[in-house]
């Protein structure tokens, strides 16, 4: 974006008087800081803003200002669609496609008000007249950062707003492990002097786990995680029974497949859970050169960034474990590709 466009939007959004903030579905600690940093420091502005997401987020990002005021559209659909349609300006945060948002994406679609594409994954489709987009970037919290600095300059963003963009940064890069780029420690160093509350982030996002989920972790590892040497793969499949079992909520499996990343020799690791509505979700991780995203876009539905990304399969677990296992010889025969390009 050019600061003439900057400068248009600020007057877009000084004139607003029902400013929407939407990320995708299921969202992560990135969509939901991303969203609700983006939301306290336009409150500083002096602007309305509302956080809509289509379900709900994780129990351990409750603890992030003002958490409880996001409405969900599956448990607030008519509010919501209300809302949508009243809505003079929509800021669109952290996915590509209006696809990732099922119903909200034709409510976002049909409101001709001005839209604002904030993203870090490749090759978005979303149409908006704004868009402020990198891919090499630690995540959309990051790129919020930059975006507001530039849409009001010299404004202080706050230590609510930045505790959200810290806590986004920090877990879409796995606590720096992962999608780090150059700028990615500098923008944390700003946002902590900002006021963002690093033991706040810290404790409840990797040091606060619920009896249930510290159970189902040890189950994972010690009796579902597998592990394939011959092509560094690594994966743990847990069934719809099996998450029952350990009474699953939404978060609870959050980093197990970075776990299994952790083991000598892994190139890959998958975690598949299988979900109630038919489906298995899959996410990837890899290290280094060994890139998951075109493999994931390509057997899975799905997409991400190089070393981390996201798919779904439709059917059980045991077929996505079968799919994946076929597929192994194509994701190194791609990867072989890359290098040699």
Same mark, same amino acid.
């Given at each position: 974006?050019?600061?003439?466009?900057?400068?248009?939007?600020?007057?877009?959004?000084?004139?607003?008087?029902?400013?929407?903030?939407?990320?995708?579905?299921?969202?992560?600690?990135?969509?939901? #800081?991303?969203?609700?940093?983006?939301?306290?420091?336009?409150?500083?502005?002096?602007?309305?803003?509302?956080?809509?997401?289509?379900?709900?987020?994780?129990?351990?990002?409750?603890?992030?200002?003002?958490?409880?005021?996001?409405?969900?559209?599956?448990?607030?659909?008519?509010?919501?669609?209300?809302?949508?349609?009243?809505?003079?300006?929509?800021?669109?945060?952290?996915?590509?496609?209006?696809?990732?948002?099922?119903?909200?994406?034709?409510?976002?679609?049909?409101?001709?008000?001005?839209?604002?594409?904030?993203?870090?994954?490749?090759?978005?489709?979303?149409?908006?007249?704004?868009?402020?987009?990198?891919?090499?970037?630690?995540?959309?919290?990051?790129?919020?950062?930059?975006?507001?600095?530039?849409?009001?300059?010299?404004?202080?963003?706050?230590?609510?707003?930045?505790?959200?963009?810290?806590?986004?940064?920090?877990?879409?890069?796995?606590?720096?492990?992962?999608?780090?780029?150059?700028?990615?420690?500098?923008?944390?160093?700003?946002?902590?002097?900002?006021?963002?509350?690093?033991?706040?982030?810290?404790?409840?996002?990797?040091?606060?786990?619920?009896?249930?989920?510290?159970?189902?972790?040890?189950?994972?590892?010690?009796e579902k995680l597998q592990f394939d040497p011959a092509n560094g793969l690594a994966y743990i499949a847990l069934s719809q029974e099996e998450l029952k079992r350990f009474e699953y909520k939404k978060g609870d499996t959050e980093g197990f497949v970075n776990l299994a990343l952790g083991i000598d020799g892994v190139k890959m690791a998958v975690l598949l859970t299988e979900l109630n509505d038919g489906l298995t979700k899959l996410s990837f991780r890899s290290h280094g050169s060994f890139e998951v995203n075109g493999f994931a876009a390509k057997f899975f539905s799905g997409g991400g960034h190089k070393n981390a990304a996201?798919?779904?399969?439709? #059917?059980?677990?045991?077929?996505?474990?079968?799919?994946?296992?076929?597929?192994?010889?194509?994701?190194?025969?791609?990867?072989?590709?890359?290098?040699?390009?």
């Amino acid at each position: 974006m050019t600061q003439e466009q900057f400068s248009k939007l600020q007057e877009i959004a000084k004139g607003a008087k029902n400013i929407a903030i939407i990320s995708h579905k299921n969202p992560d600690g990135d969509a939901i #800081g991303s969203s609700l940093g983006l939301r306290a420091f336009l409150f500083r502005q002096q602007l309305q803003a509302r956080v809509i997401v289509p379900d709900s987020f994780p129990g351990f990002l409750r603890f992030l200002p003002e958490s409880k005021s996001v409405w969900f559209f599956d448990k607030m659909k008519d509010s919501a669609t209300q809302y949508l349609k009243g809505a003079d300006l929509i800021f669109i945060l952290d996915f590509n496609t209006l696809k990732r948002i099922e119903e909200l994406g034709a409510l976002i679609e049909n409101n001709p008000c001005p839209k604002v594409l904030i993203d870090h994954h490749p090759d978005p489709e979303v149409k908006a007249q704004f868009t402020y987009h990198r891919v090499n970037v630690s995540s959309t919290s990051e790129l919020v950062y930059e975006f507001v600095q530039k849409l009001f300059p010299g404004s202080h963003i706050g230590a609510k707003a930045a505790t959200c963009l810290y806590a986004g940064l920090v877990t879409d890069t796995g606590s720096f492990k992962h999608n780090l780029h150059e700028r990615t420690h500098i923008t944390a160093g700003k946002l902590l002097q900002a006021g963002a509350d690093h033991e706040a982030v810290m404790l409840e996002i990797f040091d606060s786990n619920s009896f249930n989920r510290t159970r189902l972790l040890g189950y994972s590892l010690y009796e579902k995680l597998q592990f394939d040497p011959a092509n560094g793969l690594a994966y743990i499949a847990l069934s719809q029974e099996e998450l029952k079992r350990f009474e699953y909520k939404k978060g609870d499996t959050e980093g197990f497949v970075n776990l299994a990343l952790g083991i000598d020799g892994v190139k890959m690791a998958v975690l598949l859970t299988e979900l109630n509505d038919g489906l298995t979700k899959l996410s990837f991780r890899s290290h280094g050169s060994f890139e998951v995203n075109g493999f994931a876009a390509k057997f899975f539905s799905g997409g991400g960034h190089k070393n981390a990304a996201g798919g779904a399969f439709e #059917g059980t677990v045991e077929q996505a474990v079968e799919k994946l296992k076929a597929s192994i010889p194509e994701l190194i025969k791609m990867n072989l590709q890359n290098l040699q390009s």
